[in-house]
């Protein structure tokens, strides 16, 4: 069983910044990558940054140059620095990690999910 706990999520107002955190835990062989996605209210879940064990990263072009997505390997943990947040980054932000297992197959897990608000 593989878990992704996510954290650092809160309402915060425009132009400001918040971190996530997001540490995967459990029977986990190896981690290929992790990303955040997003899902604002009617709208369907989008990826937002991701990180693969080379350290290669991709980024939504609305967050280019805003967020920041980092990982430590041996810790299996991605953060998710997010600067000069605007209303429409509003959503609930999930963790993603594509992931090896001890037993069973390579898959994705889902963390449960932390709303990020951008609000004056």
């Known amino acids: 069983q593989v878990q992704l706990v996510e954290s650092g999520g809160g309402l915060v107002q425009p132009g400001g910044s918040l971190r996530l955190s997001c540490a995967a835990s459990?029977?986990?062989?190896?981690?290929?990558?992790m990303g955040w996605y997003r899902q604002a209210p009617g709208k369907q879940r989008e990826l937002v940054a991701s990180i693969i064990s080379g350290g290669s990263t991709n980024y939504a072009s609305s967050v280019k140059g805003r967020f920041t997505i980092s990982t430590h390997n041996a810790k299996n943990t991605v953060d998710l620095q997010m600067n000069t947040l605007k209303p429409e980054d509003t959503a609930v932000y999930y963790c993603n990690a594509d992931v090896v297992p001890w037993l069973g197959s390579r898959r994705d897990y889902w963390g449960q999910g932390t709303q990020v608000t951008v609000s004056s």
């Open positions: 459990g029977s986990i062989l190896s981690v290929n990558a």
